[in-house]
């Protein structure tokens, strides 16, 4: 099935975020968060694109959607908070209950993170290249649910010696596994087809 335009109300319909949902085939879900607004980030980053399509050919729904600030030079409150992307959840139960996996690039590991903090429910996560240097990860940590952590040695914005760190103070309350790719970049160039490979094998497991 082909991806279909949905609008997704947040602040008492007052404000919709835009994004693309795709209906799946065995009850499982999968939301999908983009890189950071503010450096050109939204949801048809190649990083994101692949993920999704990793998902629906395992039979997975997917949605992914664009932050309020994808296009502008202001972050709304609603998404550093963490409200926004409760909203977004809240949608995606609407149109197709069931368990849901997370799936944040860059930022959007952050956002999630954010949102897990301030209640948010995942039933699985995947954190791919978690901007530990670049942002504060103060206080977020991965919850208690099966976790894909992926991450290149030659990460622009997130060193191994900042992940080992994070994880060390973050001990695994579940099922985690970290992917480290060797002389592989934040932004997965020439090694998408490894990175899609991964989620796969991460996604199999599940079953």
Known sequence: MAEERVDIAVENANTFLEGLFEPGRQGRNAILCHPHPLYGGDMYNDVVQLAQKTFSALGWATLRFNFRAAGTTNPAQ??????????????MNSISPGPIAFAGYSYGAWAILHSIRSGLKSDWLLLLSPPLDFLSFEGLK??????????????????????????L??????????EILPDVDHFYRGARGQLGQKIKDFLVRLS
Do not use: M, Y
């Open 169 to 178: 103070a973050n001990p695994d309350q579940h099922c985690r596994v970290v």
């Open 78 to 91: 609603g998404e550093k908070d963490g409200f926004d992307l409760l909203k977004v959840s809240q949608f």
């Open 142 to 167: 991965p919850p208690p649910a099966p976790t894909l952590i992926t991450l290149g040695t030659r990460d622009q914005f997130c060193s191994l010696k900042s992940l080992d760190a994070w994880l």
